[in-house]
Each structure stands twice: as structure tokens, then as C-alpha cells.
């Protein structure tokens, strides 16, 4: 009896025993991998620290913030960045750890979950601001001051991070397509690299443009696509072990969930 290796279990399994849509998306030449359900019993935590890492990021993102002065000046500084730099990096080691474990699919469902809360509360902030304030209020014009400026982090967040976000996605499950479940390394660095350039690039513009001047400005955009690479880098060993945690507890993580999904039409 002719004997198939699954990828990511290294067991052995006959040619009979595979369930009957891995063997036909395999004679359809689809190259299968392990992947597990978005309906899982992690998945649903995993997306609600997501969308909360991403608000509290992008209304932080509201504060320019810089640190080491050159010289004696008070209008340069070695590195300008913004608030949002203390968690946002977080939300792409997130949407690494779903892109490997859940896949393509769940981590397009995370990215619009995530929109839409930045929406809603992008919203909701904007009526609170025109409600007029009640008797012994007296912080109204420092309140439309930080949270007025919000929708154009949300903005920026939106048109950064849909781009972003889905080449970050993208480009790991191509890599996980080609390798398998070796190098995880590889994958995540540069799925980060792309995703993390292609974002930093877009919402620094959109939010930033015109607000820090222009050599500022710049320093602003590189220290940003560079600090969130090395966060990265930081706390690869860290997202290797929480990736590793979900796919053991996952019971659906397989490539029959993969076969499932191909046979349904999906491209990635």
C-alpha cells in the first residue's frame, strides 16, 4: 500500500484513508498545506485582540510623538514617530500568527472586522464631538481636538493597512504554498517586510502629510517601516511559539481543511 507524508505532521498515511477532496484537489495539481477553521475554538480570541490592538493603535496613532533632540533645537529630533508605534507592530504579528494557522480567508475576515470597528468608532467619536457639552464640561475643545483628528487616522488606517494587511497575508500563504510548514521564519519576515513597507508608506501619507514637515517627515516614514521590521525581528521566537501553541490545540488544523476550501473555489 502506497503511503502519502501530510505536511506539518510528518505521520504517514495511505493513499485510501485520505479524504476524498484532498485526493481531488491534488489530482486538480493544487499543492495543499495545513491550515485550520475560522469557526475553531482560538480563532474568535485571537480576532477580538486583533480589532482591539488595531483601535487603541490607530486612536494612540493620534499623538505625534519624538525623541532625542538635535542639539539645542526643539523642532528636530532624531526620531519622530507617533503613538500608535507602542502597539501597532502587535497587530501585524497578530495577523501573522491567523495568516499561518487560519489562512488567507480568515485573515481578509480579520482585516474587515477590524475596519469596521474602526469605523463605528471613528463614528461614534464624531457625534460625541458635535453633541453639545453638558453643565461644568469644560474639556470640549480638547476632546475635538485629539478625537477630531481621528478620521483621518481611521482613513489613513483604512487605505494603509487594506493594502498592507492583505499583502501581508498573501505573500505568507504563497511562501507556506511553496515550502510547507518549513522555515516559518522566512515566511513571516518577509510577509512583514512587504506588508509592513507597502502600509507605513500609504498611512504616513494620508495621515501625516502636511501635518510634520518635510524632513521630519521623512525621518517620520523610514523610522516607522524600520521600527515595526525590528519589532518584528524582536519577537520572532515569541510568534514562532504562539503559532506553534495554536496549530497543537487547533483539532481542524490540516490539509483537509485546505482540500475543503480549494474545492469551494478558493485561489489562496
Not at 507617533?82 to 501597532?88: K, N, P
Not at 493597512?161 to 513571516?188: H, P, S
Request: hydrophobic share 50%; aromatic share 14%; proline share 4%.
Amino acid at each position: 500500500m502506497n503511503a502519502d507524508t501530510v505536511p506539518g505532521s510528518g505521520r504517514q498515511e495511505p493513499h485510501e484513508s485520505r479524504p476524498a477532496s484532498a485526493q481531488s484537489a491534488q489530482k486538480a495539481g493544487a499543492r495543499l498545506v495545513a491550515f485550520a477553521s475560522s469557526r475553531g475554538r482560538y480563532y474568535a480570541v485571537v480576532l477580538a485582540f486583533f480589532c482591539v490592538a488595531l483601535l487603541v493603535s490607530n486612536i494612540s496613532a493620534t499623538k505625534v510623538i519624538a525623541f532625542f533632540p538635535m542639539g539645542e533645537s526643539t523642532d528636530n529630533y532624531w526620531i519622530v514617530a507617533d503613538g500608535g508605534a507602542f502597539l501597532f507592530p502587535f497587530v501585524y504579528i497578530m495577523g501573522d500568527v491567523i495568516s499561518e494557522v487560519y489562512g488567507f480567508a480568515a485573515a481578509r475576515k480579520a482585516v474587515i472586522m477590524g475596519f469596521v470597528s474602526q469605523l463605528g468608532a471613528s463614528l461614534i467619536f464624531l457625534l460625541v464631538i458635535i453633541a453639545p457639552p453638558g453643565p461644568g464640561y469644560d474639556g470640549q475643545e480638547a476632546f475635538a481636538a485629539v478625537l477630531g483628528f481621528y478620521p483621518r487616522i481611521v482613513a489613513a488606517s483604512l487605505a494603509g493597512y487594506a493594502v498592507g494587511q492583505m499583502l501581508n497575508a498573501f505573500v505568507l500563504v504563497r511562501i507556506k504554498r511553496r515550502m510547507g510548514e518549513r522555515a516559518l521564519w522566512v515566511r513571516l519576515l518577509g510577509s512583514t517586510g512587504v506588508g509592513e513597507a507597502a502600509d507605513t508608506v500609504i498611512f504616513c501619507t494620508v495621515a501625516f502629510a502636511g501635518v510634520i514637515p518635510g524632513g521630519e517627515f521623512i525621518k517620520y516614514v523610514l523610522f516607522g517601516f524600520v521600527y515595526k521590521v525590528a519589532v518584528e525581528v524582536l519577537f520572532l521566537p515569541v510568534t514562532q511559539v504562539v503559532i506553534r501553541w495554536f496549530k497543537k490545540r487547533e483539532g481542524t488544523y490540516s490539509i483537509e481543511t485546505d482540500a475543503e476550501r480549494r474545492a469551494e473555489g478558493a485561489r489562496v
